[in-house]
């Protein structure tokens, strides 16, 4: 079944209404004279297509000079996934950009 680009937004914005409601899906449903089966088959989509892109950036960390200490420079990157890498020394951000990518 295809539908335009403009009832994909019409009903992730039902669903986002729905979310601030507080209604549990079959009530919102009810209260909005929507079938309950395609509002459930608009969620599944909404929820596929938000777990599918997951934005990945990187957090700036400043760190103060005088609170860096070359004696202890082990570094653990501890990723989204749980994976975790651990550096014995200092490496620079566009190796460490590198790694991660």
């Not at 335009?4 to 549990?24: P, V």
């Not at 596929?48 to 760190?63: G, H, K, R, W």
């Amino acid at each position: 079944m295809q539908y335009d680009k403009n009832t994909q937004e019409q009903m992730f914005a039902m669903i986002a209404s729905r979310k601030q409601s507080g209604l549990s899906q079959k009530d919102y449903c009810q209260q909005n004279h929507i079938r309950y089966h395609v509002f459930h088959y608009w969620y599944k989509r909404y929820r596929d297509e938000q777990s599918a892109s997951p934005e990945a950036a990187f957090i700036p960390l400043n760190v103060r000079p005088s609170f860096f200490d070359t004696s202890c420079s082990n570094i653990e990157v501890i990723l989204a996934d749980g994976k975790r890498i651990l550096f014995h020394q200092a490496v620079s951000s566009d190796f460490l950009k590198a790694v991660i990518s």
